[in-house]
């Protein structure tokens, strides 16, 4: 125990290289017989090497958490839908060496097994319990090669953030090339003078001032206001789950200035 | 101490792949994210990109929770290594460094991108590990070592008795020690 009569307490100082002469000599004579702060030495003494090399502190942002925590619960649910399962206990050292060549974990993991193998895999899991429940009746009514082959798809609608005319649908098709996009839009005037369309996938944590975005590709709209896109991208469909348009002006500047014209919707 | 946490850890992740997505997962962000997030500043040299990293890290690690075996290493292992192969897809990613001036594939993607993500994290787990200390013992070693004051300068510097500076030390090493080892770096 540290104690102003005893000089155990020098040993933080000593490993630090920071007693003077006098203390450094008292320390030393008090080692020679103390076989505790012997052994408190040797276990220190990579400690300042350590300290030399400390990061500068990192304040990571407190809202990350809560977007974190939702991204998970949303892939987790989303392979709920999908039918898709966290992967089940292997081995993992192909994970660690292998190189980047990794696919896509939501398309690159996606096994299609037997129905059956599925549904005990997924009884397995009690947060998927209700979802069991719904995919038999699905199953019912599916023929079972569709389910099995089928490309996960959805459907995104788009609004205008006005309460204009304007409106799209997303079919979204997730491939092992990463997500196709095949947009239709209709009541959308064509781009102002000057400017052109540009349609984005869009990040839960996109604010005006830290944009979360991935462009998907720029566009023009006709007089009939109708038009249809296809577009495609890799970028992770967890982070970059909504998608939007944008008006925006054609000075070759890659980031988002123009204001919003189709916003995900309900 | 250390076996204990990765005991933890591994305890935690395995609930989290039998779906418990709510304390686990949150006990497991909370070890881990600075450390990802410092990793992702550093390596990707944009906090957008850092923060994205540590999303993508634990969305999957959810997804690959089922693989996670504790006979062949750390949970800290296997999510530095999810971590590690994240930044180098955002790395390559054209679209997130639209601007970016061309820097060195190397740290990121090279052949010895392994050895500077370790050293990276050593220095940020130090950091984290010093920033876990009470904050007079945290204050105490910094003066010490990285503003390189005497005992007695940081006495005066503190205001409190030579003898304070010294127990504090004493106290702080050991539970520096103590942190460092709980995040995989041995003195």
Redesign the interface.
């Known amino acids: 125990m540290?104690d102003?009569g005893v000089p155990?307490?020098?040993?933080?100082?000593y490993?630090?290289g920071?007693?003077?002469e006098d203390e450094t000599v008292s320390f030393e004579e008090h080692l020679a017989e103390c076989a505790e702060c012997r052994r408190e030495l040797e276990?220190?003494?990579?400690?300042?090497e350590?300290?030399?090399?400390?990061?500068?502190?990192?304040r990571?942002?407190n809202e990350?958490?809560a977007?974190?925590?939702a991204?998970?619960?949303q892939?987790?649910e989303d392979a709920t839908v999908d039918g898709e399962l966290?992967?089940?206990?292997?081995?993992?050292?192909e994970?660690?060496p292998a190189p980047?060549e990794?696919a896509p974990?939501a398309t690159g993991?996606r096994r299609p097994g037997p129905v059956s193998a599925r549904l005990i895999a997924l009884s397995r899991?009690?947060?998927?319990a209700a979802a069991v429940a719904a995919a038999l009746v699905v199953l019912l009514a599916i023929p079972a090669s569709m389910f099995l082959n089928r490309p996960a798809t959805t459907e995104l609608a788009l609004v205008s953030p006005t309460g204009g005319p304007a409106s799209g649908t997303v079919r979204v098709t997730q491939t092992d090339g990463g997500r196709e996009f095949d947009v239709r839009i209709q009541g959308l005037k064509p781009p102002g003078q000057g400017k052109l369309y540009e349609l984005w996938a869009v990040?839960a944590?996109d604010t005006p001032d830290?944009?979360?975005r991935?462009?998907l590709g720029t566009f023009n709209v006709p007089a009939s206001g109708k038009v249809r896109l296809h577009a495609f991208t890799?970028?992770?469909a967890?982070?970059f789950a909504r998608v939007g348009v944008t008006e925006e002006p054609q000075n070759g500047n890659?980031?988002k200035e123009g204001p919003a014209v189709l916003r995900p919707g309900n | 101490m250390s076996d204990d946490v990765h005991d933890e850890d591994a305890t935690l992740l395995a609930r989290v792949a039998a779906g418990d997505l709510g304390t686990p997962l949150e006990e497991l962000y909370d070890r881990y994210a600075g450390r990802l997030y410092g990793l992702g500043v550093r390596l990707l040299g944009d906090t957008g990109l850092a923060e994205e990293l540590v999303q993508e890290t634990f969305v999957r690690l959810w997804r690959t929770a089922g693989r996670y075996d504790p006979e062949r290493g750390s949970v800290s292992s296997f999510a530095f290594a999810i971590a590690r192969r994240i930044a180098v897809d955002l790395w390559r990613r054209p679209s997130s460094r639209p601007f970016a001036e061309a820097v060195e594939d190397e740290r990121v993607a090279g052949e010895h991108a392994g050895d500077s993500v370790d050293r990276i994290l050593v220095g940020l787990s130090v950091r984290e590990a010093l920033d876990s200390l009470p904050d007079g013992q945290r204050e105490v070693l910094e003066l010490l070592h990285l503003h390189d004051l005497t005992q007695v300068q940081v006495a005066e510097r503190l205001g409190v008795p030579l003898g304070t500076v010294k127990t504090r030390a004493f106290y702080g090493v050991r539970a520096l020690k103590q942190a460092l080892e709980e995040r995989e770096v041995h003195a």
């Not at chain 1, 350590?50 to 990192?58: C, E, K, M, S």
């Not at chain 1, 966290?86 to 050292?93: A, D």
Request: net charge positive; aromatic share 2%.
């Open positions: 540290p102003n155990h307490v020098e040993v933080a100082g490993a630090l920071k007693l003077d276990e220190l003494r990579g400690l300042p350590l300290l030399g090399r400390a990061a500068p502190p990192v990571v942002p990350l958490r977007r974190t925590l991204a998970v619960r892939a987790a966290p992967e089940q206990p292997t081995s993992w050292p994970l660690v980047a990794e974990a993991q899991r009690p947060f998927l990040g944590a830290k944009p979360q991935v462009s890799a970028a992770s967890s982070v890659p980031a």
